[in-house]
T-cell receptor
Framework: GAVVSQHPSRVICKSGTSVKIECRSL??????MFWYRQFPKQSLMLMAT?????????EQGVEKDKFLINHASLTLSTLTVTSAHPEDSSFYIC????????????FGQGTRLTVV | KQEVTQIPAALSVPEGENLVLNCSFT??????LQWFRQDPGKGLTSLLL?????REQTSGRLNASLDKSSGRSTLYIAASQPGDSATYLC????????????FGIGTKLQVIP
């Protein structure tokens, strides 16, 4: 199957700093990538849809100025958590589908963010 | 708004048993349904994908069924092994638009040696 690589897998940062998470499709092109967040004992929740060459689409309740998304190429999307606070500590995961009629979603390994 | 429910929330079985995990969804206008496995602190591994026009998919000891009209899917695991211990997630992709995926909360499975 297609491979989606996410980096870093784990990050600890100080409150008030910004953290960037990368999501790469290694062997396919993806016009659209998705970013999810998972809090303990809760389901994965879609945060935003990353569109190559255009602005991301954010789900209701997700602050676009806090979670900056850049999808500069067909193989890379980045999520930047700005001015991180302890309540942003969570598991962040991205997914993508191959551009040509892809129906199966492939997921990255996820990033465990801890804000101290 | 699509809602996905998974029952049971947790399951513990002895090694070798066959088991069924259940997933239900409220909106039958789906594009496909996908079962994933998630190990603690790790990403998702895709297990089976069922298109909306299909009734079931099989891979090794796993069999997933889909009844779109009733909004149900089951994941059958035959001859369970300790290595099957993980959280199993059901995800439904809707039709149209950018095909948003909605996840269930998962079933945490423990297979006891």
């Amino acid at each position: 199957g297609a491979v989606v690589s996410q980096h870093p897998s784990r990050v600890i940062c100080k409150s008030g700093t910004s953290v960037k998470i990368e999501c790469r499709s290694l062997d396919f092109q993806a016009t659209t990538m998705f970013w999810y967040r998972q809090f303990p004992k809760q389901s994965l929740m879609l945060m935003a849809t990353s569109n190559e060459g255009s602005k991301a689409t954010y789900e209701q309740g997700v602050e676009k100025d806090k979670f900056l998304i850049n999808h500069a190429s067909l193989t890379l999307s980045t999520l930047t958590v700005t001015s991180a606070h302890p309540e942003d500590s969570s598991f962040y995961i991205c997914s993508a589908s191959p551009q040509a009629g892809g129906t199966e979603a492939f997921f990255g390994q996820g990033t465990r963010l801890t804000v101290v | 708004k699509q809602e996905v429910t998974q029952i049971p929330a947790a399951l513990s079985v002895p090694e070798g048993e066959n088991l069924v995990l259940n997933c239900s969804f409220t909106d039958s206008a789906i594009y496909n349904l996908q079962w994933f496995r998630q190990d603690p602190g790790k990403g998702l591994t895709s297990l089976l994908l069922i298109q909306s026009s299909q009734r079931e998919q099989t891979s090794g000891r796993l069999n997933a069924s889909l009844d779109k009209s009733s909004g149900r899917s089951t994941l059958y695991i035959a001859a369970s092994q300790p290595g099957d211990s993980a959280t199993y997630l059901c995800a439904v992709r809707r039709t149209g638009g950018y095909q948003k995926v909605t996840f269930g909360i998962g079933t945490k499975l423990q297979v006891i040696p």
